[in-house]
């Protein structure tokens, strides 16, 4: 009996394993070992358990992750061909090609550069991904030959959205072809410095949430509205939405895209100090949250539960969510106050570092980098001043030290000139606290570093000026960028009136002040908003510096009296300075400016501001564009005429130069 049960198992084991010498196809793409059945016609242990086709082919060869990607490339490139009739390339040819292109496809494009990115027309649907295969959870990022195939000729192939259905707000009618040309006026001129809204058809765009689709119409309106009373329309219906739309919680995923486009070009009638930027932030923070925007993961199944319902894709989550920080982060840098909620997290650093299963433009990335970076300034120098008046200098020195290292690597010889802007608006607020000195500071090092800070702050004023020139800048820019420029005159013009001025040349600080009156005026939008008022403030003082025989004389250092304001500290100073320096003789410095009567609406309404300035000038230029010849005219009628000074009601507290900050009342 034993000899029999040795002579039935001997042939169905040794022969079949002699025959099957060659693992079936399933198990050697897996690189596991096959064990077969004793039945020849059964499958092996692993297919049949799997419920897998066994199939045992020799000339079977396992399929690679590389050889998928270059399939993938292939098919792509078929489909290309399948659509404009080009020629299929092998998989290392499309390699080769796309290596050649990287570092050149962002500044060949068909149309005009505009800030050194792809055409608008290539970034604003997102529709250009990776492959599928590399989406996946447990798949490494392709390689850059595939992540940035030159996408602007594929999305040039695509069909053009459907015409825009007409529609009406209120009582003003739009027409489908009035709506196109508004979508395509933003996402050419305005979407570049904003690429959340990922979704390019008006239709449905409308169809996502109306006010999305009206506010992006409003910010193309801000320069190329068809009738004089359009834009100041939708200036008001956009308005009293957004404020309704607040109330009226949860807010839905287009609603967040909403309030961070109008974060970035807010309204042009805010003040100084009401801008309500910081409101809208701040709900923005707390929807995005509950959403799990903040996760990068559209779909999030452990956050849509009841009324918080997210069904937007991954790729859609991502740039909303890189939106927000970066107005967040700005709108605290502005404003003077801590971090708004600004979560740097691991999503927005797979971001920054391209790892992410979809295109994301260059520009974007470094902007995004950059206010990490000044999330990271803001919060350790606020945690300075949380127990002195000052910051050491040291501190700053370490900073910039450490920005340095940084900026070495994001510009590189890629970047564009909005990239190099952006990382000279970071540098000029780490140099900002300079003028925020630690009581006993050193008199010699206090000067070279403020000079330092007044150099920069220049350079700033000139870039926003040639990027102007080259690709109308200061005609589209967001208002976060208006801020630093503004905070950039500001310290100017504070170094000017100042001790400082003796050790300048009269002539390029002449050249500067002017710079800054230009650019403040250039960016202008409608009639007394806050590009005009601050190129008449900025004005006034231009004029005091050049129509002065001799230089002006002042004893005081470029020291901020205001210390708990972060980084707009000086520009809060630079307002005291300013009424010290044209209102010497004031008797009302306690109290509330919008009572004062030598400043505010209650002077203007006085009629008693009309020779404060104590200097002749000019009305300046009050159009938009032109080129740097558009000096002020410094010559001429009284340089404070056109200055509207109800802007001085924003300041409601005292100016009064103090030892001990008083708060605002």
Same mark, same amino acid.
């Given at each position: 009996?034993?000899?029999?049960?040795?002579?039935?198992?001997?042939?169905? /084991?040794?022969?079949?394993?002699?025959?099957?010498?060659? *693992?079936?196809?399933?198990?050697?793409?897996?690189?596991?070992?096959?064990?077969?059945?004793?039945?020849?016609?059964?499958?092996?242990?692993?297919?049949?358990?799997?419920?897998?086709?066994?199939?045992?082919?020799?000339?079977?060869?396992?399929?690679?992750?590389?050889?998928?990607?270059?399939?993938?490339?292939?098919?792509?490139?078929? #489909?290309?061909?399948?659509?404009?009739?080009?020629?299929?390339?092998?998989?290392?040819?499309?390699?080769?090609?796309?290596?050649?292109?990287?570092?050149?496809?962002?500044?060949?494009?068909?149309?005009?550069?505009?800030?050194?990115?792809?055409?608008?027309?290539?970034?604003?649907?997102?529709?250009?991904?990776?492959?599928?295969?590399?989406?996946?959870?447990?798949?490494? #990022?392709?390689?850059?030959?595939?992540?940035?195939?030159?996408?602007?000729? !594929?999305?040039?192939?695509?069909?053009?959205?459907?015409?825009?259905?007409?529609?009406?707000?209120?009582? $003003?009618?739009?027409?489908?072809?009035?709506?196109?040309?508004?979508?395509?006026?933003?996402?050419?001129?305005?979407?570049?410095?904003?690429?959340?809204?990922?979704?390019?058809?008006?239709?449905?765009?409308?169809?996502?949430?109306?006010?999305?689709?009206?506010?992006?119409?409003?910010?193309?309106?801000?320069?190329?509205?068809?009738?004089?009373?359009?834009?100041?329309?939708?200036?008001?219906?956009?308005?009293?939405?957004?404020?309704?739309?607040?109330?009226?919680? +949860?807010?839905?995923?287009?609603? /967040?895209?909403?309030?961070?486009?109008?974060?970035?070009?807010?309204?042009?009638?805010?003040?100084?100090?009401?801008?309500?930027? *910081?409101?809208?932030?701040?709900?923005?923070?707390?929807?995005?949250?509950?959403?799990?925007?903040?996760?990068?993961?559209?779909?999030?199944?452990?956050?849509?539960?009841?009324?918080?319902?997210?069904?937007?894709?991954?790729?859609?989550?991502?740039?909303?969510?890189?939106?927000?920080?970066?107005?967040?982060?700005?709108?605290?840098?502005?404003?003077?106050?801590?971090?708004?909620?600004?979560?740097?997290?691991?999503?927005?650093?797979?971001? /920054?570092?391209?790892?992410?299963?979809?295109?994301?433009?260059?520009?974007?990335?470094?902007?995004?980098?950059?206010?990490?970076?000044?999330?990271?300034?803001?919060?350790?120098?606020?945690?300075?001043?949380?127990?002195?008046?000052?910051?050491?200098?040291?501190?700053?020195?370490?900073?910039?030290?450490?920005?340095?290292?940084?900026?070495?690597?994001?510009?590189?010889?890629?970047?564009?000139? /909005?990239?190099?802007?952006?990382?000279?608006?970071? $540098?000029?607020?780490?140099?900002?606290?300079? !003028?925020?000195?630690? +009581?006993?500071?050193?008199?010699?090092?206090?000067?070279?570093?403020?000079?330092?800070?007044?150099?920069?702050?220049?350079?700033?004023?000139?870039?926003?000026?040639?990027?102007?020139?080259?690709?109308?800048?200061?005609?589209?820019?967001?208002?976060?960028?208006?801020?630093?420029?503004?905070?950039?005159?500001?310290? #100017?013009?504070?170094?000017?009136?100042?001790?400082?001025?003796?050790? !300048?040349?009269?002539?390029? @600080?002449?050249?500067?002040?002017?710079?800054?009156?230009?650019?403040?005026?250039?960016?202008?939008?409608?009639?007394?908003?806050?590009?005009?008022?601050?190129?008449?403030?900025?004005?006034?003082?231009?004029?005091?510096?050049?129509?002065? @025989?001799?230089?002006?004389?002042?004893?005081?250092?470029?020291?901020?009296?205001?210390?708990?304001?972060?980084?707009?500290?000086?520009?809060?100073?630079?307002?005291?300075?300013?009424?010290?320096?044209?209102?010497?003789?004031?008797?009302?410095?306690?109290?509330?400016?919008?009572?004062?009567?030598?400043?505010?609406?209650?002077?203007?309404?006085?009629?008693?501001?009309?020779? @404060?300035?104590?200097?002749?000038?000019?009305?300046?230029?009050?159009?938009?564009?032109?080129?740097?010849?558009?000096?002020?005219?410094?010559?001429? *009628?009284?340089?404070?005429?056109? #200055?509207?000074?109800?802007?001085?009601?924003?300041?409601?507290?005292?100016?009064?130069? !103090?030892?001990?900050?008083?708060?605002?009342?």
């Amino acid at each position: 009996m034993p000899d029999i049960s040795h002579e039935e198992t001997s042939p169905t /084991i040794t022969p079949s394993r002699i025959k099957r010498n060659t *693992a079936c196809t399933s198990c050697r793409d897996a690189k596991v070992r096959c064990n077969p059945s004793s039945n020849p016609a059964q499958p092996c242990q692993r297919c049949a358990k799997l419920r897998l086709s066994c199939v045992v082919d020799r000339t079977h060869k396992r399929v690679s992750r590389k050889s998928k990607i270059d399939e993938l490339v292939q098919e792509i490139q078929s #489909i290309k061909q399948s659509v404009s009739g080009q020629v299929t390339r092998a998989p290392d040819q499309v390699a080769t090609y796309t290596q050649q292109n990287e570092t050149t496809a962002p500044f060949k494009d068909s149309a005009p550069p505009r800030l050194g990115v792809p055409s608008p027309v290539s970034i604003s649907t997102g529709e250009v991904r990776a492959p599928t295969s590399i989406s996946s959870s447990n798949a490494t #990022i392709a390689p850059s030959s595939v992540i940035h195939t030159p996408e602007t000729h !594929m999305l040039s192939q695509n069909p053009p959205p459907e015409p825009a259905l007409p529609r009406a707000l209120g009582s $003003q009618p739009f027409s489908g072809e009035d709506i196109d040309y508004y979508f395509e006026k933003y996402f050419e001129f305005y979407h570049p410095y904003m690429p959340i809204v990922r979704l390019r058809d008006p239709n449905k765009c409308y169809e996502s949430g109306p006010f999305l689709f009206w506010t992006i119409i409003y910010i193309a309106s801000r320069r190329y509205a068809k009738s004089p009373t359009l834009f100041p329309f939708l200036l008001d219906a956009v308005k009293k939405d957004a404020f309704s739309t607040l109330t009226n919680w +949860p807010l839905s995923f287009p609603s /967040i895209n909403a309030f961070i486009l109008l974060c970035a070009w807010i309204f042009p009638d805010v003040r100084f100090v009401n801008d309500p930027c *910081a409101l809208f932030t701040g709900s923005v923070m707390n929807a995005i949250l509950q959403l799990g925007v903040h996760s990068g993961k559209g779909n999030h199944p452990e956050y849509s539960h009841g009324v918080f319902q997210n069904t937007v894709t991954d790729e859609e989550a991502a740039f909303t969510w890189a939106g927000y920080n970066i107005v967040a982060q700005r709108v605290s840098s502005s404003l003077g106050l801590p971090t708004i909620g600004g979560l740097f997290n691991q999503t927005i650093q797979n971001i /920054i570092d391209g790892r992410t299963p979809f295109q994301v433009p260059p520009t974007f990335r470094v902007l995004l980098e950059c206010q990490k970076f000044c999330n990271h300034v803001t919060s350790t120098l606020a945690a300075c001043l949380e127990g002195s008046r000052g910051v050491s200098a040291q501190i700053v020195s370490l900073l910039e030290n450490e920005w340095n290292a940084v900026q070495g690597l994001i510009c590189s010889e890629r970047a564009d000139d /909005i990239d190099r802007f952006n990382a000279l608006l970071v $540098q000029l607020e780490i140099q900002t606290y300079y !003028m925020i000195p630690l +009581p006993g500071y050193d008199p010699e090092a206090l000067k070279r570093n403020i000079m330092r800070t007044y150099n920069t702050a220049c350079a700033v004023i000139r870039s926003s000026l040639d990027l102007d020139d080259t690709t109308g800048f200061l005609h589209h820019l967001p208002h976060f960028y208006f801020r630093a420029i503004m905070s950039a005159g500001g310290i #100017i013009y504070r170094v000017i009136h100042s001790s400082y001025l003796q050790f !300048m040349d009269r002539a390029i @600080a002449e050249r500067a002040a002017a710079d800054a009156v230009v650019a403040s005026r250039r960016a202008r939008v409608a009639d007394n908003d806050l590009p005009t008022r601050l190129g008449n403030l900025f004005d006034s003082w231009c004029s005091r510096l050049v129509n002065y @025989a001799a230089l002006p004389q002042y004893n005081d250092e470029p020291v901020s009296t205001f210390s708990h304001r972060l980084s707009a500290s000086v520009m809060y100073d630079c307002m005291t300075k300013w009424k010290t320096d044209h209102v010497p003789g004031c008797k009302h410095k306690c109290q509330p400016l919008n009572t004062c009567p030598c400043l505010g609406s209650a002077a203007a309404a006085n009629g008693q501001l009309g020779g @404060a300035g104590g200097g002749g000038g000019g009305g300046g230029v009050n159009g938009v564009g032109g080129a740097r010849s558009e000096t002020p005219a410094m010559l001429g *009628a009284d340089a404070l005429q056109n #200055i509207d000074w109800t802007f001085m009601d924003d300041f409601d507290w005292s100016f009064e130069p !103090m030892p001990v900050l008083t708060a605002p009342t």
